[in-house]
């Protein structure tokens, strides 16, 4: 298969990631698709490390990290002082983990896309605290285990629907994305970066070191994600225009859970339950789509 | 041009005048004075700036982070709770070196609710990087603001106008508002060091090891001390231009003075008329006005209070477990000096409580009528509860 996705290479080798990171992936495959004119704002997260240490930068564009929940916030400063400037052409990138976003980012989030800051926001969502050790965020899935869902207490909440929330604020462009799918997460890059306002971009992102997997397989699980649809592909227009990406045929979301260490407590009982949730979802947006369950 | 306006008006007069690129604020009484005159001058095309209207105090100054990496001159506004939300900015501005300029209008901190002038929560503040001046008049106010972009911009650091709530900010006071042309002749068009460039690109405020970090804050610990001299080459300038000038600290009849009121803020106003009716009664007592906060001026205090006997630090802040915070300062500043006068501290006016000529000359004839402080802080005019 021929991928349609540039040669040229704007994050350099030298980065700190795990093997295997699904975020360097993400990053890598997404300034291929923006360019080099583009800021990235980067509020606390992996990519904090993962881009080097003062004086050394992994990306060949500019960064300016931030502090853990001023991704929306900073990112509408920089754009406003380029309006100011009277530059309209750079592309301004908040990059942001799960917690960044969902949790402790939320408010300065919802507070850019409600002014409809001109600027793209791209989660890409591991499904933990993985920087500080694999703590759960409101973004970690049902049935995971944590450091602070150890044992017993293991996750028993449902991850929140982030794209969903965006949506609810009439963003222009809200789209899911994931690191096995290169060629569809290329083209929603561009087609955010050519959309005016704000943009979401939400990116499946494996961690080898958090959800215990070997560093070889982080793209194949975060394809089956895809493909047992507890990760759908789609976006959304205007908060409206839904378009689903992929349809994957019938894949038991047991082939997802087996394949990894923080989902090793789960019982058949248990997984019974986690596809009764994702047929739902599924369902729901599959609706939202105008398509039939 | 002199024209009757609000202390509030006075801040937005000049941030107008500094040709500020972007402003980023929250409402907060009784801040909002500020930023609704400004809203209006953006609005209206006074000012050619962009107005943010972000949904914190937090994000007000996370997005002027954003603005002055970005190399353009910023200007935000706030009030006791939404100065605690920003402190975790506010050292991340200083430690990013950026020069953002903001009015804190003194606000008491909750709880319970009081919307009226306290100093702590700007003093609370102290260990954030940021330089701080304490105003006493709209005049001042208005210099000060224009002053502090030059100053900020000159050692990369934020500066802090702070102002007493409603007692200046929503005061009408007669003020000299300059002219364009006499401001830019003041005041360059900003012209930053660094900053967020495609044509350049640099990663700004990566994760810096033990062998950089403390280098890194040595040098803004000498950009704090170099304030020091370069306030006063400031305000040669501005003079030149203006014909005013205020002082890092302001001695009035210190000289001979046997006594003298330490005060800061619009609480100086009143205590001038006190220490004028003290001396034409025959009374040895001087005033000294601390304008300057952070750096705080130590050389100039030493100076000025070395050769009174007995000195009454006047504080409408407090630090529990210690002492008012000003005290705190200036005894710290005088502990090396060997001969150095008494120290006296008086706590008065917190959450708004007047503080009236009587308060003053009370704290006058205690300072006097004891040989050594009674208390290390005396509460005035505590009610019976």
């Keep these: 298969m021929e991928l349609n996705v540039l040669d040229e290479e704007y994050m350099t080798s030298g980065h700190v990631a795990c093997p295997g990171c699904g975020a360097a992936i993400a990053m890598r495959f997404f300034l291929k698709a923006v360019g080099d004119k583009t800021i990235i704002v980067l509020p606390a997260c992996c990519w904090s490390i993962i881009a080097g240490p003062y004086p050394q930068s992994t990306v060949k564009v500019p960064v300016i990290h931030s502090a853990f929940e001023t991704g929306g916030a900073v990112a509408s400063g920089v754009r406003a002082a380029l309006d100011m400037k009277g530059d309209t052409e750079t592309t301004v990138v908040t990059w942001a983990g799960d917690g960044g976003t969902f949790d402790i980012g939320f408010q300065a989030l919802s507070g850019a896309v409600e002014r409809n800051e001109d600027f793209i926001y791209v989660c890409y969502d591991n499904e933990a605290y993985m920087n500080t050790g694999i703590q759960r965020s409101s973004s970690t899935p049902y049935g995971a285990w944590t450091t602070t869902t150890p044992g017993d207490e293991w996750k028993k909440l449902r991850k929140k629907n982030i794209v969903e929330v965006l949506v609810a604020h009439r963003i222009p462009y809200a789209a899911t994305a994931n690191i096995a799918f290169p060629e569809d997460l290329v083209r929603k890059a561009k087609k955010a970066q050519s959309i005016k306002g704000s943009k979401f971009l939400h990116i499946f992102a494996s961690c080898p070191t958090g959800w215990r997997i070997p560093s070889e397989s982080s793209i194949k699980i975060a394809r089956i994600a895809v493909q047992t649809n507890i990760f759908p592909l789609y976006e959304v227009e205007d908060g409206v225009k839904y378009t689903i990406n992929y349809k994957p045929k019938e894949f038991p979301v047991s082939e997802y859970f087996k394949l990894q260490g923080r989902f090793q407590h789960l019982t058949d009982e248990d997984m019974k339950h986690i596809q009764k949730m994702v047929d739902e979802d599924w369902a729901l947006l599959l609706r939202k789509a105008g398509e039939r369950p | ?385």
């Design chain 2, 1 to 385: 041009m002199k024209r009757v306006v609000e202390g509030s008006q006075a801040v937005a007069e000049a941030v107008r005048l500094a040709r500020v690129n972007v402003i980023s604020a929250y409402p907060i009484t009784p801040q909002t004075h500020i930023v609704e005159f400004l809203s209006e001058y953006c609005a209206n095309g006074t000012m050619n700036a962009r107005f943010l209207r972000v949904e914190s105090e937090h994000s007000a100054l996370a997005a002027l982070i954003g603005t002055a990496s970005t190399g353009v001159r910023s200007f935000t506004a706030t009030s006791g709770q939404g100065l605690a939300l920003m402190h975790e900015l506010l050292h991340w501005a200083s430690g990013a070196r950026l020069p953002i300029v903001m009015a804190e209008v003194n606000r008491a901190l909750a709880p319970g609710w009081n919307i009226w002038i306290d100093q702590t929560d700007s003093l609370a503040q102290r260990d954030t990087g940021w330089i701080q001046m304490y105003c006493e008049h709209g005049q001042e106010v208005l210099d000060s603001v224009i002053q502090a972009y030059r100053l900020g911009e000159l050692v990369s650091l934020p500066v802090m106008v702070v102002l007493d709530a409603f007692y200046l900010s929503h005061t009408y006071e007669p003020v000299d508002i300059p002219e364009q042309e006499l401001v830019d002749r003041f005041l360059p068009p900003y012209k930053p060091m660094f900053q967020l460039d495609t044509e350049d690109p640099c990663a700004f405020g990566s994760l810096v090891t033990p062998n950089a970090y403390m280098e890194m804050r040595h040098n803004i610990a000498m950009a704090m001390e170099e304030v020091l001299s370069l306030f006063q080459d400031v305000e040669n300038e501005f003079e030149a231009i203006f014909d005013r000038r205020y002082g890092a600290i302001e001695p009035v009849g210190c000289d001979d003075a046997e006594i003298i009121l330490v005060t800061s803020g619009t609480v100086t106003s009143t205590c001038r008329q006190v220490v004028d009716d003290l001396r034409s009664r025959g009374e040895k007592v001087g005033l000294l006005k601390v304008k300057l906060f952070r750096p705080f001026p130590v050389d100039l205090i030493r100076q000025n209070l070395t050769s009174a006997k007995k000195i009454a630090v006047i504080d409408r802040n407090f630090s529990f477990g210690a002492s008012g915070i000003f005290a705190q300062e200036i005894r710290a500043a005088l502990c090396n000096t060997p001969e150095r006068p008494l120290s006296f501290g008086y706590v008065v006016g917190l959450g708004g409580r007047d503080v009236t000529e009587d308060v003053l000359e009370d704290i006058y004839w205690d300072t006097k009528n004891n040989e050594v402080p009674v208390k290390e802080s005396i509460w005035m005019g505590l009610q019976e509860v």
